[in-house]
């Protein structure tokens, strides 16, 4: 954290000493690990996508560099009833190709985001209508009261109307052959501070800097360059050679290799992600165990004896090189509703673990399948790989099956149940708020409701249900926090899931580049400044 | 020549066939595509929806028959990730790997024959030990590491060449080139010393080897009686006769080097064909993947009609055994 | 009486060129060593390894990432130090060597087998049979060894359960590595046989009545061993290299059991950190091993040639 107010303040001071206008090319170049698979902002709800074109489009509203929701296109907005809220919309805004911001492309942009095609569909549902009161004034009614809608907000960008029926794009880009080929696919028309001038999916994407911008920005950048670069290695490297002026994600253990080099540096801080454990405690009989009959999960002591066998100081320090948070609670710290003292982990007793499995009628232990992603979350086979060695000690036999992302989330998420039984996900709540993880971690699993959907190993409780529909529509912050704590307090004393640690952010920045590191790792360029 | 020429042509499209149906067989197994183009909170029902959309419950045969029927006339439909038609992305990404491959090419063959002849004119001297001897260490490293280790040294401690990516590239109608740029020339040399150094090993090894056995055969010992000069005798009839196995060998290696340049350019980060083939295995992008088997088996399709024609004008026995 | 042949057997062998020339080369007689200790130091690992790094009991995390024994914060128990996980090292290379040996001559043997005999009969049948043949390899050849594995490999998870593949991946991974180096046999097995077949003395052998199949294993097979035998050598080196590349695209043995390739893959992550014992010894090992098997390789094509006495 240290690290990343200096970064802030120097990006400040910055700013404050360019303050007068230096019309000076700085080009900033980046590389990140995936790549921008396309332009429409309503095609993929992906962080990165979506991060990226936040540079691009806006919504009606902004995370600032703390994640605070700001204004961005509407100046103001208040709660006119449970379910109504009104938003006054910013004047004089101009899209890229000049067009003028009205209440109408918001509209407009709502309904495509909720319409055919669209990955942003979940968002969207979020918003039950709009009403146009005038040009700069709009109502929004939600199916229930939500006291976080400007969360989601964040997310649902705006395009412009006339653009996008001038060029047949009034639906999302998606995976339908006969709407292939979407003009918002390679094109883009938004509000936001930067446009694309060039886009080659996979290779290249550069942004110049949009002199129309309604706001003004701390950054001093007119051209960046995104590469994608997949190989870890590959990507140190260019770094290091002087190539790129930041690169992300950077393995933990080449911090120090980046400390050493010269002119560039790690560039560190806790991710709002929690990575956990999870286990099937629905099915009468485990999928992948050699206990046939019963489900060891659905015995508490077992779950206990979980994790009591875990050693998340020593996944820390060797693992993660220092460089991550252990938890004891499903949400991080930047997290609205985090709770400071339920966050000290499970206590780290193997001979305690050993004698709640005898008492569970394993002492032997047993055998159980483990899935585990190898490319998703920051050392994530390596996490896995000192789980199974750790359960091994307390005589729990873990088969390892770690697998790249595509393939594990298909075996995991399988459709009609979901094939694990033991398994590692990480999560950040998208609206930074600790209800999204009640209503899609920790909610008994009801596809209909859209609740615990990725609850994969159903755990469930009837109360912690009931609170979580309260805490979904409770206004009142106090009552609200206090449901919060009161739901993650039976979670954690049933055991019903395992949390391991906060991973850290980790990037790599050329020196006399500012950046802002967003605890979403989201890369914001209106804080990149360069000196 | 020309009925010759007709049945190979025959053969050369009943082959394309039976690949595009392996190509596309094969890749029906390949992981569930819809998992890949949807996002986290896509529902069930959108899925099915979507899945229907896309023909995937079709049988076999009608979807195998639309994929054949449309990649005939070089449409590969649309890439599940990127939404832009395969053929366009593969037409952006040919050069590249193109390039590559024919500079890591030329580089093999440049450096190989000319080491294969004197390694074997000269078995005892001391370069020829240490190429053999370098030779070997260069085939005992995987391309991986070699790349890593280039860029290791040249990238990051001397900070001479760059790491990754094609450089400036210019563009001549429907074609990039990164021939005519600095930073676009430089970008070449750690990829195609990568890509090259085991075709280069191979070439040279190869020529070696099949020098030796010319050179103690009976018409070479006779040549030399007949007072012809080392340099008409090494290089007018042993080399020659040793290009039998070697153009083989080089023309499937040529397609390989496409193929190989997978590794180097998932190293190097090289904006190629390879490239995209591996990142659409892990996106399970299903028309990529079969675009370019299709497109490989191609090239091998067609480099191989051209090592047999230079068969037959390199080894005049070929010409009468083809009767029998 | 078995005996007596036993030792004739011997004294044959003894006599033989190949034993004198053998005994005249030290390279040869070094690589021979070198590979043999290889050999039985990968098939004994079980017994003479120092730690089993597959029991997760005995493994602790907290001995990850040491230095080898002589270095500084190096520990006696761990020679060549720990890699990421705290498995020892000099235990890892015996079993990786061991998995990669298995790969590499199984996949060997299977494609050598498979390639000659279609090449044999290819060039010494000719016609449609050789074509058909010639047919099936163009096909085969459309998709280089990387490729091949790949397909195979991804057509083998699409089939089995994730955890029927992990379990059965090593032979996945023999059986696509070994389908993929059969053509590179017959075409050259072919290629030597359209020109020998042509030749005086099996003409002659053909005139006078002898059958193809004779005349393939006593006039054709030992001149085209040869080039099979540097081939051979070649492809073991390809073979075990493929592996590790497999391993770096994400293809190969799972890292709970890893071979050679894998090591240096997983090493590789820790290059650029300092950590280089985790990728250099197995890397090294790998190097030396396919070194030693390929000098050995060269001196047997010298050895086997008759041309070359």
Redo the contacts between chains.
Sequence with gaps: MKLRHGILAAAAAATFAFAAPVVKAETFKFAFQGNLSSLDPHSLNETFLLGSLNNVYEGLVLYDDNLAVIPALAVSWEIIEPTKWKFNLRKGVKFHNGNDFTAADVKFSWERAIGEGSDQIARASKIKSIEIVDDYTVILETPAPNPILTADLVNIYIMDKEWSEENKTTSATSVSADNSGNYANLNENGTGPFKVDEHKADVKTIFSKYDGYWGTMPSNVTRVEFTPIKEAATRVAALISGELDLVYPVPVQDWKRLDEAKGVKPLAGPEARTIFLGMDQGRDELLHSNIKGKNPFKDIRVRQAFAHALNLDAIKKKVMRGAATPAGLMVAPQINGFIPELNTPYAYDPAKSKELLAAAGYPDGFEVTMDCPNDRYVNDEKICQAVASMLAKVGVKIDLLAQTKSKYFGKVLKDGGYDTSFYLLGWTPGTIDAENVLSSLIACKKVEANAGLFNLGNYCNPKVDALTAKIGSETDQAKRNAMIKEAFTMVKDEVGYLPLHQQPLSWGVRDGVGVNQRADNVLDFRYVVIK | MVSFLFKRLL??I??MF??AL?AFS???????PI??????????E??DE?RE??GLNDPFVVQFLRFAGNAAVGDF?????????VSE?IA??MPATLELAFISAILSLVVGIPLGVYTALRREGILSKIAMAMS??G???????IG?LL??FF??VL?WL????RGDVVELGFWTTGFLTKSGILSLILPSITLALFQLT?IM??VR?EM??VL??DFIKFAKARGLPDRAVHFKHALKNTL??VI?ITG?QL??LI??A??TE????W?GMG??F??A????DIPIMAAY?VL??FF??LI?MIVDILYYAV?P??R??DG? | MEKAVETSRLDRFLDSDIWHSFKGNPVAIVSLIITLIMVLSAVFAPFIAPHDPFDLMKIDIMDSSLPPSWMEEGEARFLLGTDDQGRDILSTIMYGARISLTVGFASVIFSMIVGITLGLISGYAGGRVDAFIMRVADIQLSFPAILIALLIDGVARGIFSSELHSEISLYVLIFAIGISGWVQYARTVRGSTLVEKNKEYVQAARVIGIRPGTILRRHILPNVMGPVMVIATIHLAVAVITEATLSFLGVGVPPTTPSLGTLIRIGNEYLFSGEWWITIFPGATLLILVLAVNLLGDWLRDALNPKLR
């Design positions: 053969q050369s009943i082959v039976t690949v392996i094969m890749f029906r197994f390949v992981g569930d998992n890949n183009m949807v996002g986290q909170d896509t529902s069930q959108e899925r979507l959309k896309l439909g649309y890439s599940y990730k990127y939404k832009i038609p992305m952006e990404r070997l260490v085939v005992s490293l995987p391309t991986f590491l890593i860029i290791l990238g990051v900070r760059p790491t990754f990516g191979l090894r190869l080897a030796l056995e103690r055969t039998v196995p083989t499937l397609g390989s193929a190989f997978i590794i998932s190293v190097f980060q904006p490239l995209m591996i990142q295995i892990a996106d399970v088997l490989i088996a091998f399709v191989n080894d026995r070929l009468t055994s029998s």
